[in-house]
């Protein structure tokens, strides 16, 4: 899989909760891997800027610092997090680290398929990351319509054409 993706132009996706989550222990034995999930992408080669990581709430320092180093992105799924009991990404945290993040639905997770209402789940999910660490910075209103926007299109690598209402991109 890992060849067939450097030779082929289209997006890698996976679900990805990190490696803090209990479910990922399964994964181990059978990859021979690390305690590091994200290392065993890595090592097959589909760790690079035409990735993108759903949720990846739980992921370590160590696991940020690839997926910013890598140009992966991540797909920040609010409403589906929150409606499956998952758990809260702090998206402040990869933003403060320089991670490429947007905003999904994930329908098959979540009830809505409206931006609008990732939007309202990004902000929600901030204060609630806020609650229990005071000195985590909320995401504003203008930083999650950025995630919904040209932090989508960015974590697309389709910026130059969608995302702003700039001359020249299009628009919908």
């Known amino acids: ?36 999930t994200l290392q065993v992408y890595d090592r097959f080669g589909l760790f690079n800027d035409r990735t993108i990581m ?19 992105a991540i797909a920040h799924c609010p409403n589906s997090n929150f409606s499956l009991s ?16 947007g905003l999904g639905s994930d329908v098959a997770g979540g009830y809505s398929p409206s931006m609008l209402d990732a939007l309202r789940f990004a902000i929600t999910a901030s ?9 985590s910075k909320p995401l504003s209103y203008a930083e999650a319509l950025y995630l919904a926007t040209l932090g989508g299109a960015e974590a697309l690598g389709i910026a130059d054409l969608v995302g702003s209402f700039e001359p020249g991109k299009r628009f919908d």
């Open 1 to 36: 899989m890992g060849k067939c993706e450097t030779q082929l132009a289209y997006w890698m996706s996976f679900n990805c909760f990190g490696s803090a989550a209990g479910y990922c222990n399964w994964q181990m034995p059978l990859w021979n891997a690390t305690r590091e």
């Open 54 to 72: 759903a949720h990846a709430i739980y992921l370590s320092d160590r696991e940020i610092d690839l997926v910013h180093q890598r140009g992966v």
């Open 86 to 101: 998952s758990g809260v990404l702090n998206a402040r945290r990869l933003l403060d680290a320089g991670v490429k993040l």
């Open 127 to 135: 204060k609630c990351i806020h609650f229990n660490d005071r000195d």
